[in-house]
């Protein structure tokens, strides 16, 4: 059977949207694991990173099994385990356990990403394309717009676990869309053999590079532990570059590098990237924490934004189309830039109007961001690396995140720490007083945004004085987190001034078999 286009889109909307439905309702269920499970900051940032850790190693050997083993097959086996895995995390009785079943479902997630890029490059024509990624970006958005109200509805009248449970039905119905509709494709010219050496060298060194940023907040940034990772990082690195150029069939070719767009493409996604997961991954924490929102009403304050994204992706897709991606791109940038340097402003009680603009513009701005540097970096890649450039396109927007949530996490927790000991407040006693052990425990509470309080044990006095104090450290470290996700969007303006449209090589024919 023939894969038809546009069937292959929905089969292939449905798995994405599994995958950000996913995303969106980790964030609004943050608050809920963090008190169920007693989770710190850091093992919900675990619960994130861990996820985005084990895409990032697993996006690029995942696109090279696509093209060998046909994207079909490789991206229904990601549906099926992602949605198994997401049904453990809901039984998970332990931080850990969620953790480590988070890990698992991360490889799966990487089987599954790239693939899907593989079978819309393969399925639509040139000159389709980019409406084809459109339309993909808008199922994201859409489930995004979702998963606020629908994580916020469950969270808050169910549990935190159903909001796994929703991804259960999604995927057997990915899987019977794409059962029925989907071709097992594969290049002509792809490999038939996998670089194994380059495979461990890779995930070593992607490995190496995000565990040491994780655990910065924790050791340093000048720490040996921390500079010993990022050095191997950049050792394996090399090493695997020096392999690249030796091996007989190469995980990564090199020569994709030189095209100028394609590089900047990746640049760019990482940078995106950094900046949306770093900066979102504060805004449910200061929604529930500070504001004192509901689950339920987070998801509402959020939803201008996630619909914004869904009706911006396809206009993103037909401005590119008609304009090229330079100057969308930069629109968006700029967009975005903007609504960061908005959010970095926000105070302790803001209300629907104040939040609703930042987010209508980080919408419409990262609309033309996501599909204009896929386009680039899938569009300047011949038919026959489609799926690893997928997978490149993939573990960049993964190792953005894991950067953004780290860096800038350890941004916020490093603002508190030093802020938080002169605003203590004196009737609380003195902090240099309070043991080690406690004063960490009381830091990763304010770094959630929420107070270190007992309302039923604690003198109403004494409730309000570090409130005003845990509000006010909090915010500070918020507020240089969004305006460091401003400064990296504004960079991205310059690079983005060298971009031009993928060429879409139309030479290779695709084989189904």
């Keep these: 059977m023939q894969g038809h286009p546009w069937l292959t889109l929905l089969a292939v909307a449905f798995g994405v949207m599994m995958v950000a439905l996913d995303g969106t309702v980790v964030g609004i269920a943050n608050p809920a694991i963090s008190k169920d499970l007693d989770a710190s900051l850091a093992d919900l940032q675990w619960v994130t990173n861990g996820y985005l850790l084990a895409l990032a190693v697993c996006l690029i050997p995942a696109g090279k099994l696509g093209d060998r083993y046909g994207h ?271 959010l970095a402003r926000l105070g302790e009680d803001a209300s629907f109007g104040s939040t609703m603009l930042p987010f209508v513009l980080l919408g419409f701005g990262l609309s033309p961001i996501m599909v204009g540097a896929t386009d680039i970096i899938v569009g300047n890649a011949s038919m026959e690396l489609s799926g690893v450039a997928s997978g490149i396109q993939q573990a960049a927007m993964q190792v953005g995140g894991a950067l953004g949530t780290a860096v800038l996490g350890a941004v916020v927790a490093s603002k508190v720490s030093s802020l938080l000991p002169d605003r203590w407040p004196a009737s609380a006693g003195a902090y240099d007083q309070i043991p080690h052990g406690q004063r960490e425990t009381i830091e990763g509470t304010v770094s959630q945004g929420f107070p270190p309080v007992d309302p039923k044990t604690m003198d109403p006095g004494v409730v309000d004085a570090i409130t005003r104090a845990s509000d006010s450290t909090f915010l500070d470290g918020m507020q240089l987190a969004f305006t460091i996700a401003a400064v990296a969007m504004a960079v991205m303006i310059v690079l983005a001034l060298f971009v031009k449209q993928g060429e879409k090589r139309e030479g290779a024919v695709a084989v189904h078999v």
């Design 72 to 342: 079909k097959t490789i991206f229904l086996i990601g549906a099926a385990g992602f949605a198994t895995t997401s049904l453990l995390i809901a039984f998970s009785q332990s931080v850990q356990m969620l953790i480590a079943f988070r890990v698992l479902q991360g490889v799966f997630g990487a089987l599954l990403q790239p693939t899907a890029l593989g079978l819309l490059r393969n399925s639509f024509p040139g000159n389709k394309l980019n409406m084809a990624i459109g339309i993909w970006g808008a199922a994201i958005s859409t489930a995004t717009a979702a998963g606020p109200i629908v994580g916020g509805l469950l969270v808050e009248h169910v549990s935190w676990q159903s909001v796994f449970y929703i991804n259960v039905p999604i995927g057997v119905l990915t899987l019977v869309v794409g059962i029925w509709a989907l071709a097992n494709s594969r290049v002509a010219g792809a490999s038939n053999k996998i670089d194994y050496i380059g495979v461990a060298l890779l995930s070593a060194a992607m490995f190496c590079l995000v565990w040491g940023v994780i655990k910065s907040g924790e050791k340093g940034w000048g720490s040996a532990y921390t500079l010993g990772f990022t050095l191997a990082a950049v050792v394996l690195l090399a090493v695997f570059a020096l392999w690249q150029t030796k091996a007989p069939e190469p995980l990564m070719p090199l020569v994709m590098f030189r095209n100028r767009s394609f590089s900047i493409g990746i640049v760019l996604m990482i940078f995106m990237a950094f900046a949306m997961f770093g900066a979102m991954f504060f805004i449910t924490f200061y929604l529930q924490g500070v504001n004192g929102l509901s689950p339920m009403e987070t998801g509402v304050r959020m939803l201008p934004m996630s619909v914004v994204m869904m009706i911006g992706s396809p206009i993103g897709a037909f401005a590119i189309t008609k304009l090229g991606p330079r100057i969308p791109i930069i629109a968006g940038l700029a967009l975005s830039a903007t609504a960061m340097a908005l």
